[in-house]
Every structure is written in structure tokens, then in C-alpha cells.
């Protein structure tokens, strides 16, 4: 059974950083791409950032490209987001998410969420 | 950056209805087109991918059809558990994706 588990999440001050991880198991991690996703509550779905399953090509929405980072480490069977430079409007449940391909498709699984909040 | 829209922001229908959620991109991304329903309180899950396939597990009352720039999803005879909140998603550029703003479906 495919799981993954994000964890990391908190308050934390504008300004500063945060590091999520996501711990996946069931599933092959080094053969699918990997994505990160966040919603604020109430509201709709946002893609943060995308990686394929050999870290050739990344991807970052326009909202978080230069402050946020995203890597994988296959041997550990994990995906993260570093966050940097964080803002008010970054405050959201973030989830991980497994791609259905190597590359870019659908995500056919999701973590349970961890809560960024950001603020003073 | 390819634009998502869908339409309508909410319905209300009847158990039974036909429901059809139209998303539209703003630039053509051939079939690279996914659906998610997100009930409250849970992660969203994977309904069709690539327009018109149905995940593993999905009822077959779900259909997705559309090419191009212009995509459906058909609820062919709602039920009441379809209730929440769908969501397309391009995945034409390999890992840069965008999602629409949803549409909010209620059962009367």
C-alpha cells in the first residue's frame, strides 16, 4: 500500500525558513516523479513544485521560485521542501503527492498535509 | 504560464442528475488534463488522468472527454457521495503544473 507522510510543518516567523519532508513507502520512490501541493484552508489547490524521478527536472511555481527548494533522496525513500524566506500568504497545508509517471502526469496519491503557518 | 478556468464555481444537483464541469486552458495542452474531487477534510484524489481515463477504483459514472483547450468532466447519474469539491489540473509541461479554482458540487 503506497503511503506517504509529510511532516516538518509549524509556526514559524515571517522571514525565516522551514523544512518539510515527506517519508513515502509501498511504492518504487526512485521510479516516479514527486510533487509538492498546498491549500489554504477554505480554499483551492495550488502546485508549489514538481521533481522526476531522476532530479533532472524541476519545477517551482511563480509564487515561491527562487525561495523555495525542492530535492528527493532515493536511498532514503523522502522527498523535501526547503523553504526559505517565507511570507504570510505561505501559510497553507502543504501536501506530498506521487506522480503516476516518471515525469509529469496525474497524482494518483497524496499525504495527510502538514501546516505551515506563518506568522509573528 | 498556462491559465486554468473552470466553470461553473458551484452547482447544486439531485441524485440522479447528469452534472457536467467544464475547465479550460489558456493555451493548448493537447490531453494532459487530470480531475481530482476533494471531499472536506481529506487529501484530493485522482479521478481521470490524461482527459479520459479512469483511475483504478473510480466509478464508471465519472467520464472525461476534451482536447486541446477545451474539457469535460461528466458525473453521468450523481450519487450522494459525489458531494465536494473538483479540481482539473494540466500536466502538459513535465513538471509544471497548474490546477484550476474548482468547482464545488452539492447534493440536494
Known amino acids: 500500500e503506497v503511503q506517504l507522510v509529510e511532516s516538518g510543518g509549524g509556526l514559524v516567523q515571517p522571514g525565516k525558513s522551514l523544512r518539510l519532508s515527506c517519508a513515502a513507502s509501498g511504492f518504487n520512490f526512485n521510479d516516479y516523479a514527486m510533487h509538492w501541493v498546498r491549500q489554504v484552508p477554505g480554499k483551492g489547490l495550488e502546485w508549489v513544485s514538481g521533481?522526476?524521478?531522476?532530479?533532472?527536472?524541476?519545477g517551482y511555481a511563480d509564487s515561491v521560485k527562487g525561495r523555495f527548494t525542492i530535492s528527493r533522496d532515493d536511498a532514503k525513500n523522502s522527498l523535501y521542501l526547503q523553504m526559505d524566506s517565507l511570507r504570510a500568504e505561505d501559510t497553507a497545508l502543504y501536501y506530498c503527492a506521487k506522480d503516476r509517471h516518471s515525469s509529469g502526469s496525474g497524482l494518483d496519491h497524496w499525504g495527510p498535509g502538514t501546516l505551515v503557518t506563518v506568522s509573528t | 504560464d498556462i491559465q486554468m478556468t473552470q466553470s461553473p464555481s458551484s452547482l447544486s444537483a439531485s441524485v440522479g442528475d447528469r452534472v457536467i464541469i467544464t475547465c479550460r486552458a489558456s493555451q493548448n495542452i493537447d490531453i494532459y488534463l487530470n480531475w481530482y474531487q476533494q471531499k472536506p477534510g481529506e487529501a484530493p484524489k485522482l479521478l481521470i488522468y490524461a482527459t479520459s481515463n479512469l483511475q483504478s477504483g473510480v466509478p464508471s459514472r465519472f467520464s472525461g472527454r476534451g482536447s486541446g483547450t477545451d474539457f469535460t468532466l461528466t458525473i453521468s447519474s450523481l450519487h450522494a457521495e459525489d458531494f465536494g469539491t473538483y479540481y482539473c489540473q494540466e500536466s502538459y509541461n513535465t513538471v509544471l503544473f497548474t490546477f484550476g479554482p474548482g468547482t464545488k458540487v452539492d447534493v440536494k
Open positions: 521533481i522526476i524521478w531522476n532530479s533532472a527536472s524541476i
